[in-house]
């Protein structure tokens, strides 16, 4: 079945610093490519997303390239900060005929940034 | 503003006892899903719903029921049959047509069993 694995936390990052957190994805047909950000105690925030194959995904300085060649995924941001912290998901759309809008997610990966 | 509303924030449930979450959304989206979190770990899909009067059960239903009664509300009752309940619970909503468009969450009910 589909399934999305995300490179395991905690990552310690000092502010300023470059952030990439890989994702890397199964999937039949050509699904819809997310990354999530969850705050602590807080619901889950859609970041970006991709929706075809070269397609980049950008929002608040936080980057992402849809690579079917490679099934990945990966999040990068050029300069962190402290408000950054937060537990990111990857996930896709599950496609499929009645399965078309179910996103799979990654287990998540916890981001720590210090100033 | 649109948004999914969950309520309450913290709920604590007695052994043997039901409790009902509640989660309203005012986006007109035609989908919704109830996912259940627990310390450490991804998302685990309970329950969806892709139209008024119909759901689906999804990884974990088991001690879980919903209705859909109306296209803006899914409320996900947690039975006395469900063991393990302590856990963060998530809701969410989309449009039925196009995974494209991402998931709306609410802000999530903490489920504690005293």
């Known amino acids: 079945g589909n399934s999305v694995t995300q490179m395991e936390g905690p990552v310690t990052l000092s502010e300023e610093a470059f952030l990439t957190i890989n994702c890397t994805y199964t999937a039949t047909g050509y699904p819809s490519l997310f990354w999530y950000v969850q705050y602590p105690g807080e619901g889950l925030q859609l970041l970006l997303k991709a929706t075809k194959a070269d397609d980049k995904g950008s929002n608040k300085g936080f980057e992402a390239t849809y690579r079917k060649e490679t099934t990945s995924f990966h999040l990068e941001k050029g300069s962190v900060q402290v408000s950054d912290s937060a537990v990111y998901f990857c996930?896709?759309?599950?496609?499929?005929?009645?399965?078309?809008?179910?996103?799979?997610f990654g287990a998540g990966t916890i981001l720590r940034v210090k100033s | 503003d649109g948004g999914i509303t969950q309520s309450p924030k913290y709920l604590f449930r007695k052994e043997g006892q039901n409790v009902t979450l509640s989660c309203e959304q005012n986006l007109n989206h035609d989908a919704m899903y109830w996912y259940r979190q627990d310390p450490g770990q991804g998302l685990r899909l309970i329950y969806y719903?892709?139209?008024?009067?119909?759901?689906q059960k999804g990884d974990i239903a088991e001690g879980y029921s919903v209705s859909r009664e109306k296209k803006e509300s899914f409320p996900l009752t947690v039975t006395s049959a469900q063991k393990n309940p302590t856990a963060f619970y998530l809701c969410?909503?989309?449009?039925?047509?196009?995974?494209?468009?991402?998931?709306?969450f609410g802000s999530g009910t903490r489920l504690t069993v005293v």
């Open positions: 969410a909503s989309t449009l039925a047509a196009e995974g494209g468009y991402g998931y709306t």
């Open positions: 996930a896709l759309s599950d496609v499929g005929s009645e399965r078309r809008n179910k996103l799979v």
């Open positions: 719903s892709q139209i008024v009067n119909d759901f």
